[in-house]
C-alpha cells in the first residue's frame, strides 16, 4: 500500500457540529496528530476514547509561525513514509482544512513529490458561524485576510472584512494600525471570540482604535469590519483616484476637463514638475506632499485620455513600470548580486540593452547619444550629453583640459562682441561657453541644474534683502542709486557667510 495521510477539520468549535463521517475517522484511526490541543472539541474526543498526539511542543521550539508549520508538515510526511500505508494517519485541524491552514497548504504542496496520498475532508470552518453569528451574507461582497500579512493595500472598504490569526495583543495592534491607514479611528469594527462556542462565546463591538486594548485574545480570535458604501473611506485608494478622473472626463463630468487634449496640457506637466521641484529646494514635505499629488493628476488625466481610445489604461502604465524594475534590478528581485551603487547601474544599463534586444534592436547601432529627452532644459541636456559621450571615451583626461576648453569658449565670445558679430553668432558662442561650463560640472560632480538653482536661490535672497533695507530707509531699488545696491549686496554676503559659519 501507498504511504496516506488523512486531514480532517475539527470545526469552530462546537462538538456538535462535527460530522459523522469525521467523527468515525477519528475513532477508528490507529495513529491522530493534531495541530494543537486549544480547541474546545479536544477534549470531547478525548472524552470518547481518541487518543491524540499534539504538535503543541513545536511551537515553543521555534520563532515564527512559518518555521513551526514547516516542522509540522515535514513531521507527518515523515510518519507517513514510516507506515507506508500499514496504518491510516490522521491529522486534525482546527475549523476547515482548507480555510487559513498553512499546514494543509504544505502538505498539498510537499505529498505528491513522495508519492503521499493527501486525502481532505471537510469541517466547519469558522467563516460558517462568523456569516451567522456577525450576520451578514458574503454575496454582498466578503474578503478574509490573515492578519499575519495585512497591509492596508489589500483592504477595500466596500467588501464584509473578516480578519483572521488575531492570536494576540500584538496581532491586534498591528491590525489595527494597517486598518488606521484606511478607516477613521472611531470606525465600529467587531472582535469575536470562540464563535459558536457554548460558554466560551464572546462578540464586542469597539471604536478602531481600542483594538489592541481589550483582553481574550486566543486561537479562535477574529476582527469583524462591516462593509460600507462611504466613498471618503476609498480617498486613500488609486482605484478611487483612477474612478475620479473617469468621472471628470465623462460625460456628466467637468466640461473643462472633457475638452481637454495631450498638447493642451502638456505644458501643465512641465510646469507641475517644476513646482515639485521648488517644493524640494525648498525642504517643504507638506507642500511637496500637494504638488506630487498636482503632478500626479497630470499623469492620470494623460492616461485618461489614452484608455477612452482604447490604447492603454494608466494600470497598464503601473505594470510597465513595475516589469521594468523588476527586470533591471537583477540584483534585487534576481540572482545577481550588487555592493555598491556603480555595479547596481551597471545592471541598470546591461538590462537596457537587454530590453532593445527583444524588441529587435541592435544597441550597437544605437547612437552613443539615444535617450537624452529632445525637451529637456538645455542646461540639463548638456550635461546628459556629454556624460552619454564620456562613457564611450569622448572626454578630456582631467578638469584643466575643461578649464582650457572654458578659457577658449570665453576668447571666442569676447572677440565675437568686440567684432560686432552678428547676434545669432554670438548666441552661438555663449552656447559654446554655457556647454563647456557643463562639462567643468561633470568633473567636479556636480548637477549643473542643481548649481545654478542653488545661485538662483541665492540672488533672490540677497536681492530681497537690498530690498528690505531699502525699504527700511524709505526708499525702494528703483530711486538708488548702484552704489548704494552694491553696498548693501557685499553686506547681504558678509550677512550670508556670518550664517553659514
Known amino acids: 500500500m501507498s504511504a496516506a495521510i488523512t486531514v480532517v477539520g475539527l470545526g469552530s468549535g462546537n462538538p456538535d457540529r462535527l460530522t459523522l463521517g469525521i467523527m468515525n475517522t477519528l475513532q477508528r484511526a490507529a495513529k491522530v496528530y493534531v495541530r494543537t490541543l486549544s480547541h474546545p472539541v479536544v477534549a470531547t474526543l478525548q472524552e470518547l476514547g481518541v487518543t491524540m498526539e ?14 513551526v508549520y514547516d516542522h509540522i508538515a515535514s513531521a507527518l510526511i515523515q510518519a507517513a513514509l514510516a507506515e507506508r500505508g500499514d496504518i491510516e494517519i490522521v491529522y486534525a485541524v482546527p475549523g476547515h482544512p482548507m480555510v487559513a491552514e498553512a499546514t494543509v497548504k504544505l502538505l498539498r504542496e510537499r505529498c505528491p513529490e513522495q508519492d503521499i496520498k493527501l486525502n481532505v475532508l471537510g469541517g466547519e470552518s469558522f467563516l460558517d458561524e462568523a456569516f451567522v453569528r456577525l450576520g451578514f451574507d458574503p454575496i454582498e461582497g466578503f474578503q478574509l485576510l490573515d492578519a499575519a500579512d495585512l497591509r492596508s493595500s489589500l483592504i477595500q472598504p466596500q467588501l464584509h472584512t473578516l480578519i483572521g490569526q488575531v492570536y494576540d495583543m500584538f496581532t491586534a495592534s498591528e491590525v489595527k494600525l494597517a486598518l488606521m491607514e484606511v478607516y477613521p479611528d472611531e470606525y465600529e469594527v467587531i472582535v469575536g471570540h470562540a464563535l459558536g462556542v457554548e460558554g466560551e462565546e464572546s462578540i464586542v463591538r469597539i471604536p478602531l482604535y481600542e483594538l489592541d486594548r481589550i483582553e481574550g485574545y486566543g486561537n479562535l480570535s477574529l476582527v469583524y469590519v462591516p462593509r460600507s458604501d462611504d466613498d471618503q473611506l476609498r480617498h486613500r485608494s488609486f482605484a478611487r483616484l483612477h474612478e475620479i478622473v473617469g468621472i471628470l472626463r465623462s460625460p456628466e463630468g467637468c466640461p473643462w476637463d472633457r475638452e481637454q487634449t495631450h498638447e493642451s496640457i502638456r505644458k501643465n506637466l512641465i510646469e507641475e514638475t517644476y513646482e515639485v521641484l521648488e517644493t524640494i529646494d525648498e525642504d517643504d514635505p507638506e507642500h511637496m506632499q500637494e504638488e506630487l499629488g498636482d503632478l500626479l493628476l497630470q499623469i492620470m488625466l494623460h492616461s485618461q485620455m489614452e484608455e477612452e481610445l482604447g490604447t492603454f489604461t494608466v494600470y497598464d502604465v503601473i505594470q510597465g513600470l ?3 524594475l523588476i527586470f533591471r534590478h537583477p540584483h534585487v528581485f534576481g540572482k545577481n548580486s550588487a555592493e555598491d551603487a556603480e555595479t547596481a547601474l551597471q545592471h541598470w544599463e546591461q538590462m537596457k540593452a537587454e530590453e532593445k534586444r527583444r524588441k529587435g534592436l541592435d544597441p550597437e547601432e544605437a547612437s552613443a547619444l539615444d535617450g537624452v529627452p529632445r525637451d529637456l532644459p538645455a542646461l540639463m541636456k548638456a550635461y546628459k550629453l556629454q556624460k552619454k559621450a ?5 572626454d578630456w583626461d582631467d578638469i584643466n583640459g575643461v578649464f582650457e ?4 569658449e570665453l576668447r571666442e565670445l569676447r572677440e565675437a562682441v568686440a567684432e560686432g558679430k552678428a547676434l545669432d553668432e554670438q ?9 563647456a561650463v557643463s562639462n567643468a560640472a561633470r568633473f567636479i560632480k556636480a548637477d549643473p541644474e542643481e548649481a545654478l538653482s542653488r545661485t ?9 534683502y537690498i530690498e528690505e533695507q531699502l525699504r527700511a530707509q524709505g526708499k525702494t531699488v528703483h530711486d538708488s542709486s548702484l552704489e548704494e545696491m552694491e553696498a548693501l549686496w557685499q553686506s547681504a554676503k558678509l550677512s550670508s557667510k556670518s550664517r553659514e559659519e
Open 54 to 67: 499534539s504538535f503543541d511542543p513545536v511551537y515553543e521550539r521555534y520563532d515564527t509561525f512559518p518555521e
Open 322 to 324: 513595475n516589469d521594468k
Open 390 to 394: 564620456a562613457k564611450v571615451g569622448f
Open 405 to 408: 576648453k572654458i578659457e577658449e
Open 427 to 435: 548666441a552661438l558662442e555663449l552656447g559654446d561657453l554655457l556647454f
Open 456 to 464: 538662483n536661490r541665492k540672488f533672490v535672497t540677497r536681492f530681497r
